[in-house]
């Protein structure tokens, strides 16, 4: 099945001092809402921003969904510059100025990997926005991952 466009709202969080994160990801595929969500351990918050992108894209990939074009919103700029910075983190084998492998690095591969071989926009959004008179699917995955981590530390 042929999808022109797929919508992903993602969100990722952590409890910094525990290192205990949770992910969500929100699809949109045929008006159909399919949540995805998980906790991690030992883990960072722009950590669990990646997991949530890639976790969409895994299911995507395993669900055969084939699409022309998928929007990713998310309120990580940490995220959503990844596309800015490839080049540049290419370039220096995705190492820090210091030589040393940059956090996250197979993460940040994976992500400009799929960014390279599908048509994937990413889209800034604000975090915790209000509700309004429209599905505010960010603040809902929002709202999933901080209860996996409050979940999973308690």
């Known amino acids: 099945m042929n999808i022109p466009i797929i919508e992903i709202f993602t969100d990722g969080s952590c409890h910094t001092e525990l290192k205990t994160g949770?992910?969500?990801?929100?699809?949109?595929?045929?008006?159909?809402?399919i949540i995805l969500k998980g906790?991690?351990?030992?883990?960072?918050?722009?950590?669990?921003e990646l997991v949530a992108v890639l976790k969409a894209f895994e299911y995507i990939k395993n669900q055969n969904v084939n699409f022309d074009r998928a929007r990713v919103y998310s309120d990580s700029q940490y995220v959503v510059n990844i596309s800015d910075r490839k080049d540049k983190l290419k370039k220096k084998s995705y190492l820090s100025n210091k030589g040393i492998p940059i956090q996250n690095s197979d993460l940040v591969k994976e992500l400009i990997h799929l960014i390279?071989?599908?048509?994937?926009e990413l889209i800034k959004v604000k975090a915790h926005?209000?509700?309004?008179?429209?599905e505010n699917y960010n603040r809902k995955v929002d709202k999933i991952a901080r209860n996996l981590v409050r979940e999973a530390i308690a």
Do not use: C, P
């Open 22 to 33: 949770g992910w969500a990801a929100l699809l949109l595929i045929n008006n159909k809402e």
């Open 39 to 48: 906790t991690v351990m030992n883990t960072s918050h722009n950590r669990m």
């Open 129 to 134: 926005q209000k509700k309004s008179d429209t």
């Open 116 to 120: 390279e071989n599908n048509n994937i």
